[in-house]
Structures are given as structure tokens and as C-alpha cells.
């Protein structure tokens, strides 16, 4: 069983950037569908970041456009999420998908991903 381990939350100062990554447990060299999520107490997961290693393309949420960025390792064990100008909003746990079940779209719903890690959480402070 695929496993996924977030890493890289903190607290942290409006402004300031973070980066994120997400350790899988085996190389997933057939996978293509790859993204970030986040979640605030009492909502449902929002689609952060999405990565089609086929194609090359990206996708982000608008709130993150020109702030976060989303990689991959070539040996697709380690996925990344680089995080800029953070602001309060940005505060959440932070998930990571892999694997879309179906074709790679966007939005797509956390539970259309077939792996998913624990979360990390993200605090920002104004």
C-alpha cells in the first residue's frame, strides 16, 4: 500500500514563504496526476495545486496563482509545494493526492485521488 508523509508546516509571519513536501513510500513512476489540498476546520478540502507530470501542467486554486508553486522530484518520491507572500488566509492543514482515479482534471475533489497523505499543518500570522 502506497503510503504519503507531509512535511514542512510551521508557523510562520504574513510574508513569509514555506515549502512543503510530500515523501511517498515507493517510486510512483506511472503516476501522473499529482496535486495539494488544504483544509480549515468545519470546510471541505480545497484543491490548492495540481501537477500532470504527462503534460507538464500545472493548475492552482486563483488565491495561490503567482505565489505557490508545485514540483516533483524525476524520481517521483517527492512532491513539493513552494509557498511565497503567504498571508492569514493561507492557514490549514496541507495534504497531498496522488494518483487521480479517472482522468486528470481540475478542480477535482480530494476523494478523487487514490493516495493521500496525514497533513501538516500551515499557521500564518498577520
Known amino acids: 500500500q502506497v503510503q504519503l508523509w507531509e512535511s514542512g508546516g510551521a508557523s510562520v509571519q504574513a510574508g513569509g514563504s514555506l515549502r512543503l513536501s510530500c515523501e511517498v513510500s515507493?517510486?510512483?513512476?506511472?503516476?501522473?496526476?499529482w496535486a495539494w489540498y488544504r483544509q480549515v476546520p468545519g470546510k471541505e478540502p480545497e484543491g490548492v495545486a495540481t501537477?500532470?507530470?504527462?503534460?507538464?501542467?500545472?493548475r492552482y486554486v486563483n488565491s495561490v496563482k503567482g505565489r505557490f508553486t508545485i514540483s516533483i522530484d524525476g524520481a517521483k518520491k517527492r512532491l513539493f509545494l513552494q509557498m511565497n507572500s503567504l498571508k492569514p488566509d493561507d492557514t490549514a492543514t496541507y495534504y497531498c493526492?496522488?494518483?487521480?482515479?479517472?482522468?486528470?482534471?481540475?478542480?477535482?475533489?480530494?476523494?478523487?485521488?487514490?493516495?493521500r497523505g496525514q497533513g501538516t499543518q500551515v499557521a500564518v500570522s498577520s
Open positions: 501537477l500532470n507530470t504527462g503534460s507538464g501542467d500545472t
Open positions: 515507493e517510486p510512483m513512476v506511472n503516476t501522473r496526476c
Open positions: 493526492a496522488a494518483q487521480c482515479i479517472g482522468s486528470w482534471q481540475w478542480p477535482a475533489r480530494m476523494s478523487s485521488y487514490r493516495y
